[in-house]
T-cell receptor, first 110, second 113 residues
Framework: SQQGEEDPQALSIQEGENATMNCSYK?????LQWYRQNSGRGLVHLIL?????REKHSGRLRVTLDTSKKSSSLLITASRAADTASYFC??????????FGAGTQVVVTP | EAQVTQNPRYLITVTGKKLTVTCSQN?????MSWYRQDPGLGLRQIYY???????DKGDVPEGYKVSRKEKRNFPLILESPSPNQTSLYFC????????????FGQGTRLTVV
C-alpha cells in the first residue's frame, strides 16, 4: 500500500516560475525524503527532512514538513528546463522502510 | 564510483520461463530492496533485506523470490513469470539507519509475453 500521495499528479510551468508539489501520508514517520526521476531512469535522492524539522533548504529546493497534518511540500524555485522530471516523496518509518507515493510529473517549458 | 548495478537493463521473456535480475552495490550497504514501478502506482516494494541472510516481504511479493547470500548482491528471481509482472524494476540500497538516503540502480524493464 502507498504511504505517500503526491499532489498534483502533473504540473506544467515555464522556465523561471516556481514549482510546488505536496505529499500527504497516513502513519507516523521517522523522516521524509524527496527523490527525482528522469524518464525511465533510477531515482536520485534530493533532500531528507526529519520528523522534528519543519523546513529545509538545498540550493533551489525548499522542503517543509507538517507532522500534525501529515504533509510535506517541495518547492523548486526559478525552474529550469532541466528540472523536467517526476518527483516522488518517500516516507521512512522507525524500521527504515521507504514507502513511495505515485509521484508528480513536472514539465518545465523554455 | 558508488553505485548500484542492475542487469539486464531490458528483458523480454515468455510466460513461465524462469529469470533472474541481478543487483550489486559497492557501498557496503546493509539494506537492499526491490521495487516495481507501474504507471500511476509509483514504486511498490517487492522484497527487502536488512543484511546477509535476512530477507522479508514487501507490499507486493507474490510471484517473486530473493536471496541475500553476500552483502553486495541481492538478486530478484521470477520462477514462473506472468504477463502481469511486466514492469520497470528497481533495486535500491542504503545504510541500515533511518536517516539514510537510498541509492537506486538504473532499472530493468521487463516484458513478459
Amino acid at each position: 500500500s502507498q504511504q505517500g500521495e503526491e499532489d498534483p499528479q502533473a504540473l506544467s510551468i515555464q522556465e523561471g516560475e516556481n514549482a510546488t508539489m505536496n505529499c500527504s501520508y497516513k502513519t507516523s514517520i521517522n523522516n521524509l525524503q524527496w527523490y527525482r526521476q528522469n524518464s525511465g531512469r533510477g531515482l536520485v535522492h534530493l533532500i531528507l527532512i526529519r520528523s522534528n524539522e519543519r523546513e529545509k533548504h538545498s540550493g533551489r529546493l525548499r522542503v517543509t514538513l507538517d507532522t500534525s497534518k501529515k504533509s510535506s511540500s517541495l518547492l523548486i524555485t526559478a525552474s529550469r528546463a532541466a528540472d523536467t522530471a517526476s518527483y516522488f516523496c518517500a516516507t521512512v518509518d522507525s524500521w527504515g522502510k521507504l514507502q513511495f507515493g505515485a509521484g508528480t510529473q513536472v514539465v518545465v517549458t523554455p | 564510483e558508488a553505485q548500484v548495478t542492475q542487469n539486464p537493463r531490458y528483458l523480454i521473456t515468455v510466460t513461465g520461463k524462469k529469470l533472474t535480475v541481478t543487483c550489486s552495490q559497492n557501498m557496503n550497504h546493509e539494506y537492499m530492496s526491490w521495487y516495481r514501478q507501474d504507471p500511476g502506482l509509483g514504486l511498490r516494494q517487492i522484497y527487502y533485506s536488512m543484511n546477509v541472510e535476512v530477507t522479508d516481504k514487501g507490499d507486493v511479493p507474490e510471484g517473486y523470490k530473493v536471496s541475500r547470500k553476500e552483502k553486495r548482491n541481492f538478486p530478484l528471481i521470477l520462477e514462473s513469470p506472468s504477463p502481469n509482472q511486466t514492469s520497470l524494476y528497481f533495486c535500491a540500497s542504503s545504510f541500515q539507519t533511518t536517516g539514510s538516503e537510498a541509492f537506486f540502480g538504473q532499472g530493468t524493464r521487463l516484458t513478459v509475453v
